[in-house]
């Protein structure tokens, strides 16, 4: 007698069944992403595998229905199940990291900061014009005074982490709304050790005295003392923002507390949902009450209407979160990293700020000769899967730069341990080593080409593929 099949391969084999009879390209893509998954190492700090559960719950009615608004108090009619399911993504949320507000209705994180930034706009600008028109608050606007208030908006300042130390686009940089609303000054690290410089930050919000100070990272492989960061924000009479998208599954696994919690330290703190959470793809706010109606105004003044079979799978992985497997987790993630940097400083690479505290390790790469596009495009060959990140100072910018960047959210969910992790540096070092910088079709040296003997890839791809074999992903889903 054959196995019956389990409750999850039923239903994703029916999923896929009643796709392909549509549009079969479309099932066969996403029969090939999962296969593609399931036989490359994913070092991508940013991703993670999401539970059959928070998957399912996304493919649904919800995604029929239009609910702008909040709970309760929507500008549709029928919205009683999307609130029950807003409801209990941001109950989950609150209780999880202990806030006192959450709004689980963005899209993604940069809309989250979005939210967030407008939020604390509209609660601290006191803008002539705010006072001229007798209104309170921005809501009561007319055009006139958005007029006034645009200017006045333009001058507001942000510090934030500057992009080569691992901050991100939205905390302030020209190609981001932020930068062009906010007037940004960032705040680095120190040259000899690649740390967080807080006595500099402070002189420097001293000086420049910003409205808000952003806090977060994409990739900076160390804590971030919110607490100092609070004081100096409250020296200076700036809201402290922390945007933990990254690290949100390690607050919620409860290896960043005290000092390293953001959320009882920052007066708002966004995030995906997506990376370490180990969520759907989407954002969330979480704040104090002071916050709360302004963050709650996310729909319509920067979000369009919400997405009710997103929040249905937050609720889902955030009670997935709450459950002590989630802190074991969490606290594997962190090993890892730590494995995996101690496999490659071992092997002789070099690591920003010589190791790491959290699920995120930075590869300079140049000591190996290479860009960090090269990098990636031999690690990716060899069946490794990473992204190119600028380093402090990179001289190749942000488009070749001069790192890599590698997470163990995703291989942890697997369940691969520390002597996965050794293995896995042997494997980068090795294809690190033995990949040449390349030349233009003319001749001369390129930032982009690089030469990597296809049998040497071809050996560690394999390698990495068998690795994976005792770590299977989705062990419970079989399609067949
Ligand atoms: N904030 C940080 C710190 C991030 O690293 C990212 C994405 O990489 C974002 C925000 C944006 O998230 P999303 O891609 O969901 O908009």
Known sequence: ???????????????LEVIRAVEPRVADAIGQEVADQREMLKLIASENYASPATLLAMGNWFSDKYAEGTVGRRFYAGCRNVDTVEALAAEHARELFGAEHAYAQPHSGIDANLVAFWAVLAQRVEAPALQNAGVRNVNDLSEADWAELRRAFGNQRMLGM??????????????????????????????????IDYEALRVSAREFKPLIIVAGYSAYPRLVNFRIMREIADEVGATLMV??????????????????????????VTTTTHKSLRGPRGGMVLCDSSLADQVDRGCPMVLGGPLPHVMAAKAVALAEARRPEFREYAQAVVDNARALAEGLMRRGAKLV???????????????????????????????????????????????????IRIGTPA??????????????????????????????AKGAPSKAQHI?????????????????????????????
């Open 162 to 195: 500057s992009l080569d130390a691992g901050g991100h686009l939205t905390h302030g940089f020209r190609p981001n709304i932020s930068g062009k609303m906010f007037d940004q000054r960032s705040y680095g690290t120190d040259p000899a050790t690649g740390l």
């Open 353 to 403: 700020t010589g190791g790491t505290d959290n699920h995120l390790n930075l590869i300079d790469v140049s000591s190996y000769g290479l860009t960090g596009r090269q990098a990636e495009s031999a690690l990716l060959e060899s069946g490794i899967v990473t992204n190119r990140n600028a380093i402090p100072a990179d001289p190749n910018g942000a488009w070749y730069t001069s790192g």
């Open 243 to 268: 945007d933990m998208a990254h690290f949100a599954g390690l607050v919620a696994g409860k290896v960043l507390t005290g000092d390293f919690d953001p959320v009882s330290h920052a007066q708002i």
């Open 452 to 480: 990597l003997d296809p049998k040497i890839a071809d050996e560690i791809s394999h390698r990495a593929t068998d690795l994976l074999t005792g770590f299977p992903l989705y062990p419970e889903i079989d399609l067949g």
């Open 411 to 440: 291989l942890t969910t697997r369940g691969l341990g520390a002597t996965e992790m050794d293995e896995i540096a042997g494997l980068i070092d090795r294809v690190l080593a033995t990949t040449e910088a390349g030349t233009t």
């Open 1 to 15: 007698m054959p196995e019956p099949l389990s409750t999850e391969s039923t239903a994703f084999r029916s999923a």
